[in-house]
Each structure stands twice: as structure tokens, then as C-alpha cells.
């Protein structure tokens, strides 16, 4: 082989490498890598803010216990309110006469219990529009003398009148009668089992609940003569004005609809 044989034979196995090469590399699969892709967002509900609702739980068929839950026309109506706002209610149970502290504490957004608007009350809060009618009974043992509101009030009158602490019972009986005839107790149970018991000769409440003790217990009665009337409404904090349109709002709606006189049917009838 002549020395131009050999440079000619050299150059031909190099070309035919670079062929090899290259097909083999064109041959091979080619690699990529995934695109990373973010999983999809999730979102959780946004809970619903809170509506707290400051009551006492012992004043049927307004509010009561059944079971361990509070219910009645005041905690349904309200339940209707903080549904109307887009809030969920939570009920705050203490005694009447702490409710407009706590309201203005802001321990509660708003008090609501048979409560009825005063002169003195508007001294520490703001009342909604009313919203149900009250009546303020007298009960007494079966066989009582006092057989009307007018004589609690008749000259030489010593009888012994037992209300609930705060109440409206509490403040005109003893603006009418005296601290000295006035006993107050914290609920109406404790003031009734006080008439039983006779340690009072009449206890001064509103009528439903009225109605209710004397369904319960044997031996008393309530007379067919009203102590007062009144209208029940809800408080908020003094100057809360914002809460206080948007619950007299609510309750417009709800009367409109009818909303509130079926809960009141639901409880007492028509």
C-alpha cells in the first residue's frame, strides 16, 4: 500500500465515524424534563362573623334552656336578625340586670330578653324599634286577697311583691311600692318558688312567662287584671348607630314577611 493509499484509507474510517456518530445521535430519544406545575389553589370558607346576643335564659317562652341550648322568641327572632346581616348568633346567658353593662362593655353586641325601654335605660343605651308587646302579670297564691293590681296600691297595702332583678316589674314596683315591699331575685323561678314558698304575696312579671310558671307549678294563678303594658325591644351600646339601623332593618323585614308573628305564634299562639 502506497503511502497515498494509507492517507486515503485513514480519511475514509474517520468520515465513516462522523456518519456513525452522527446518525446514533440522531437516533437517541430525546429527554426533557416536565414542567413543574403548581397544584390549584384551595380556598377555605370565610366563617361567618359573629353576633353576640346577651340574654337571660330563664324568662319562657322568650328565652329558656332545652337541653343545653337556649331557645324561644327572642333567640329565634334574633337568630332571623343575625341570618338578615350575614352573621352567625351566639347567645351569651347572665343575669338581667348585667345585660346593658355587658353591652356596653362590649362583652355582647346587643341585650335582648323581654326587655322593655325605660327612661332610666336610655340613660346607658340605645333601643331598637319594638318588636313584640309585653304585659306585666301579677301572680298570686289560689285563694289570695289581692285580687286586682289595685290592691297592691290600696291605703294600708303591706302585701310583700317578689320581681326579678332589673326587670321592669323590678323598677315600677319599687318605684310604686317601696324597697321595703320589694323583693328582688335574680330569676323569675326563684321569685316564684319565694310566692310559694311565702316568703311574698305576689310576684310582678311578664305575662308569658307568667303563663308558663303557672302551667308548671300548682296553686297559683295569675290575675285577670295586668300590672302595665309595654313593648319589648332590643339594646345596643350607646351610639352604636350602625347596629342599631341594621337591626331595625332586620326587623322591618321580618315583620314584613311575617317572620316574627309566626315565631310569636310558634310560642304562644295567636
Known amino acids: 500500500?502506497?503511502?497515498?493509499?494509507?492517507i486515503?484509507?485513514?480519511?475514509?474510517v474517520a468520515a465513516m465515524g462522523l456518519v456513525c456518530f452522527a446518525a446514533c445521535t440522531t437516533d437517541a430519544p430525546a429527554?426533557?424534563?416536565?414542567?413543574t406545575t403548581a397544584p390549584a389553589a384551595t380556598t377555605t370558607p370565610t366563617a361567618k362573623p359573629v353576633l353576640k346576643m346577651g340574654t337571660n335564659a330563664y324568662f319562657p317562652p322568650y328565652e329558656f334552656y332545652e337541653g343545653e341550648k337556649i331557645v324561644g322568641i327572642d333567640a329565634e327572632i334574633a337568630a332571623a336578625i343575625a341570618e338578615k346581616l350575614g352573621m352567625e348568633l351566639e347567645i351569651v346567658d347572665m343575669s338581667f340586670d348585667s345585660i346593658l353593662s355587658a353591652v356596653n362593655a362590649d362583652t355582647v353586641d346587643f341585650g335582648m330578653a323581654g326587655m322593655t325601654i325605660t327612661e332610666k335605660r336610655l340613660l346607658e343605651v340605645d333601643f331598637s324599634n319594638s318588636y313584640a308587646k309585653g304585659v306585666q302579670a301579677i301572680i298570686v297564691k289560689e285563694g289570695s286577697a289581692i285580687t286586682a293590681a289595685g290592691d297592691l296600691s290600696a291605703d294600708g297595702a303591706t302585701y310583700k311583691?317578689?320581681?326579678?332583678?332589673g326587670t321592669t316589674g323590678d323598677i315600677y314596683a319599687s318605684d310604686e311600692f317601696g324597697k321595703d315591699r320589694v323583693t328582688q331575685y335574680q330569676t323569675g323561678n326563684e321569685a316564684v318558688a319565694a310566692l310559694i314558698k311565702g316568703d311574698v304575696d305576689c310576684v310582678i312579671i311578664d305575662n308569658e312567662p307568667a303563663k308558663s310558671y303557672v302551667k308548671a307549678n300548682e296553686g297559683i294563678k295569675t290575675l285577670d287584671t295586668s300590672y302595665a303594658d309595654e313593648d319589648y325591644a332590643i339594646c345596643v351600646k350607646k351610639g352604636n348607630k350602625e347596629l342599631l339601623d341594621k337591626i331595625n332593618a332586620a326587623i322591618y323585614e321580618l315583620t314584613k314577611d311575617g317572620t316574627i308573628e309566626g315565631i310569636v305564634n310558634k310560642y304562644i299562639g295567636e
Open 161 to 165: 311583691v317578689g320581681v326579678q332583678l
Open 31 to 35: 429527554t426533557t424534563t416536565p414542567a
Open 1 to 6: 500500500m502506497t503511502k497515498f493509499t494509507r
Open 8 to 12: 486515503l484509507a485513514a480519511v475514509l
